[in-house]
């Protein structure tokens, strides 16, 4: 497909799932030419956005007001979701759960008609657009965790895959020793949703800012074999640069065997993730 016949499909999309005209921005300054000076600068200023990362960039795409306001009743709604469950069991739960659960519990609440359409919006709008450039390995909104798949890694209150998934975290705690310690493992749509939703939300509702941090759902390998490691008692920061100067982190690396599915400035529209292990072989 041509760049303009592409651009008009891209605008067809947005306009039809409700986007407001100045998530638009971030699209129409696609650059219409491919001279290398114009290059060069793009790939600077990608660069420079990656590493500020947690920072409102001008090309940003944002929510519209009305948009916002379902964003922050969707995170809330997520939320009481997730107390009702308990944190281990939100893990897994599939969206259709989700909705089941929140309809049979007057503490959560029925999801409105406008949150539903929101939430699918956000699921199959194409992530490009705002920057995420990664693939969307979990497709359908309804993809769930098949319970009989996973196991409980005990202390960690976490999952992992059966198979490769489970290999290889055993493989990193035999070469590393006790100071690692499996910070995410498994997250269904679900989960991804709130932890995508919650971090836009904090973003004032910057699509882009949030998903260079966090994967959109559906878009994250978490959803299919990947997990995050830490140091013991390094808490939140495990999730920061700080993580690199752990001895957890020298250990993965003087390995050589684990794979970073997010290196450093790496081409996919994600912060340098040292924590995030690549188990996936054919992404």
């Known amino acids: 497909m041509r760049r303009r016949e592409f651009l008009k499909a891209v605008v067809g999309v947005v306009v039809g799932a409700g986007f407001a005209p100045d998530v638009l921005a971030g699209v129409a300054k696609i650059p219409s030419t491919h001279r290398s000076d114009d290059y060069d600068s793009h790939i600077k200023d990608y660069l420079h956005k990656m590493r500020t990362f947690n920072v409102h960039h001008r090309e940003d795409v944002c929510l519209d007001r009305r948009q916002f306001q379902l964003l922050k009743s969707c995170v809330n709604r997520f939320k009481r979701v997730q107390r009702t469950v ?7 739960l599939s969206f259709d759960e989700t909705i089941s659960i929140a309809s049979n519990y007057s503490r959560i609440g029925r999801f409105t008609r406008a949150e539903l359409d929101f939430l699918e919006m956000i699921f199959y709008f194409d992530a490009s657009n705002y920057g995420f450039l990664g693939k969307k390995p979990v497709e359908n909104i309804t993809d769930r965790v098949k319970r009989r798949e996973v196991v409980k890694i005990l202390h960690t209150g976490n999952y992992l895959y059966r198979g490769m998934p489970v ?15 499996l ?14 939703l919650n971090k836009a939300y904090g973003s004032e509702g910057n699509l882009s800012l949030a ?19 830490g140091q013991i008692g390094l808490g939140p920061d495990n999730f920061t640069e700080r993580f690199t100067t752990t001895s957890v982190y020298k250990r993965l690396n003087e390995q050589g065997y684990v794979k970073i ?5 790496n081409l996919l529209g994600v912060r340098f993730e040292p924590w995030h292990i690549k188990v996936d072989p054919q992404a």
């Not at 990193?172 to 006790?178: A, F």
Request: charged fraction near 20%.
């Open 167 to 181: 290999q290889t975290y055993k493989k990193i705690i035999k070469g590393i020793g006790d100071g690692v310690v």
């Open 211 to 229: 998903s260079r941090s966090l994967a959109p759902p559906g878009y994250s390998y978490h959803g299919i074999g990947d997990f995050d490691v």
């Open 261 to 265: 599915r997010y290196p450093l400035d």
């Open 86 to 92: 308990g944190h281990g069991n939100f893990y897994l």
């Open 183 to 196: 910070t995410s493992g498994i997250r269904s749509v679900t989960k991804q949703f709130l932890l995508f």
